[in-house]
């Protein structure tokens, strides 16, 4: 596969790293508007460095990574759309519903794969849990909690990634776009939102700094979500799954994982608590970025199998981006009426 790079910040270095690793994928070209920055993630594979996203679009190409500010995301997008490529686009999708909607409707007039860049799902605690799930080790499942957060505006560089309307919003927009995604990639779809948005902390115009929701699917599976920007104790995340025969929690950072489980209600209990010591290793003498670089070499491996019209994949497609976005809608349009707002159900996304 060829592949250009559009964006080579901070994640975009990262991506790159993918590329030029990986066996099946030749990097072609590589593109961003600080030509070092491009030079740097081009080194050592032979891609050209490209001027202008014009430049990037005439080389041999046939996908792309998309790891541009949030704002820019639909043009590059839908020009890739446009040229036949597929594309892996960070999260979130765009910086509005209707946005992410432009972007799925043209990865289908396309019939070209949209992966969306929601690398928790390779967080292997985040995996166990979809796992425990998908195995029926919890039985049915009754509901979720799940909660994102860190400490707000000092963790941002830039302001684009703070500032509503160019970043789509606040917290939910933010750390909680992954939240919502992991809730959907749990329940199966959320159909139903009622949500309470604040802005009481940082006083960014349109930036919830908090935001509590209840989430619905279509079965009655009920999920709790909280994302915030005043989490005061710093960077954490984490889901708890209950079922009628057991729970699940997985947490970040540290990376860990309790699991509970029961025959019955009342039954003896199983209790496993799971670390992962080479994890918190890797990152003590590294950085974080190592367990963000694992999960996007994963999602870099589907994201191929995507392409080639596989299904059954833990990727997150055009439609898990747009639901994350209109649920991040829904709990501002409850803020505003008071009401629950209904999402109809977009079901899997046609290949
Ligand atoms: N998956 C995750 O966990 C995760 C974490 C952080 C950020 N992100 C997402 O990754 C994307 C990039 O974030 P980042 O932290 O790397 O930002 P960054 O600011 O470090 O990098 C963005 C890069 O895009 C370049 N750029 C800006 N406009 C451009 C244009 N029109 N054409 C080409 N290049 C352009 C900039 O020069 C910069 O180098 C965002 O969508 C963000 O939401 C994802």
Redesign the pocket.
């Known amino acids: 596969m060829r592949l250009g790079l559009?964006?080579?910040?901070?994640?975009?270095q990262l991506r790159a790293r993918t590329l030029r690793e990986h066996r099946s994928v030749e990097l072609v070209a590589v593109?961003?508007?600080?030509a070092e920055?491009a030079r740097k993630a081009a080194q050592g594979s032979g891609a050209r460095v490209a001027r202008s996203?014009d430049e990037l679009f005439d080389a041999p190409l046939d996908a792309v990574v998309i790891?541009?500010?949030?704002h820019?995301?639909e043009e590059?997008c839908l020009r890739a759309f446009e040229r036949g490529l597929h594309v892996l686009l960070?999260?979130?999708s765009a910086n509005t519903a209707a946005g992410a909607r432009r972007l799925v409707d043209a990865s289908l007039r396309a019939r070209r794969a949209f992966g969306v860049?929601f690398?928790l799902r390779y967080y292997p605690a985040f995996r166990a849990v979809r796992e425990a799930l998908s195995e029926g080790r919890l039985g049915t499942l009754d509901h979720l909690r799940v909660y994102g957060g860190h400490e707000g505006l000092p963790k941002f560089?830039?302001e684009w990634e703070y500032k509503a309307p160019i970043s789509g919003g606040g917290a939910m927009w933010d750390v909680g776009i992954h939240m919502s995604d992991l809730a959907r990639h749990y329940m199966g779809e959320i159909t139903e939102v009622y949500g309470v948005a604040s802005e009481n902390v940082w006083k960014v115009a349109g930036s919830e700094d908090n935001a509590l929701a209840l989430l619905r699917s279509p079965q009655g599976v009920a999920a709790s979500y909280h994302a915030t920007w005043s989490e005061w104790k710093g960077y954490g995340i984490f889901v708890e799954a209950y079922g009628d025969k057991g729970m699940a929690r997985a947490a970040y950072a540290p990376m860990e994982n309790l699991f509970i489980v029961q025959e019955r209600p009342g039954a003896p209990r199983t209790t496993t608590k799971r670390r992962y010591p080479w994890i918190q290793a890797r990152e003590k003498l590294f950085s974080w970025q190592t367990t963000?670089l694992q999960s996007f070499r994963e999602e870099l491996d589907d994201f191929l199998l995507l392409c080639e019209g596989r299904r059954d994949l833990v990727i997150a497609d055009g439609y898990a981006g747009l639901r994350a976005c209109e649920v991040a809608e829904a709990v501002r349009e409850c803020t505003r009426t008071g009401n629950r707002v209904e999402l109809p159900a977009l079901g899997p996304m046609p290949a």
């Open positions: 559009i964006g080579a910040g901070k994640i975009g593109f961003d508007l600080n920055l996203l790891s541009t500010p949030v820019v995301h590059a960070e999260k979130p860049g690398n560089a830039h963000a």
